[in-house]
């Protein structure tokens, strides 16, 4: 199993899960935006040049997501709930509100504040994505209400929802009204596979 990963991306929800699972697995690393992500011998794997890339024998797939869900219903079925199980739909619903609400935003401040030159960035447009992060967060602190995870007991939504309310805290987004998902943060940030993932 190889997992094709740069620091601070979403390859880390990747290297989280295999540490979760405990399955062994190699690192090809790259740095964001290294010039070889762009290069024909890694566009051959993934055409985007993008992080994370899961070869497992004969089976190549990208997208954070569609690799926790394929590690999930290979290796994991204790942290994949099945579809006759009560929280199926709950969890279906939180292992994708990252990219769907959470992400977007993310990645606008991010373009806005670190990958663009300094003369070409726009304070308003970071300081939207930043409200508009906020926002998109509170649904998610109003579900986290009693809940220690996402979805009943820890599975493959808190390695992927549960990253991108990581990354948002990291990011400044206002956690001074987002108790629970301070708490939340707090919790899986703790767990030795997520510190595992965070030192690759």
Known sequence: M?????PN???????WLLEEIGLPYELERFTLGQREMRGPEYTRINPNGRVPTLIDG?????ESTAIAQYLGAKY????????????FALFLQWLHYAEGMIMPPINNYV???VLLPPDRRNP???ARAVKLLNRVLEAAEAHMAGREFIAGDFTIADTITGHAVIMSRRLGADFGNFPNLG??????EARPAF???EAA
């Open 183 to 188: 708490a939340y943060a707090d919790r899986l």
């Open 2 to 6: 190889k997992v094709y990963f740069a």
């Open 124 to 126: 308003e447009m970071a």
């Open 111 to 113: 373009v806005e504040t």
């Open 76 to 87: 994991a079925q204790h942290l994949t709930p099945g579809l006759d199980a009560p929280n």
């Open 195 to 197: 510190r595992a993932a």
């Open 9 to 15: 991306s979403r390859a880390v929800r990747t290297v």
């Open 58 to 62: 004969d089976t190549t797939i990208s």
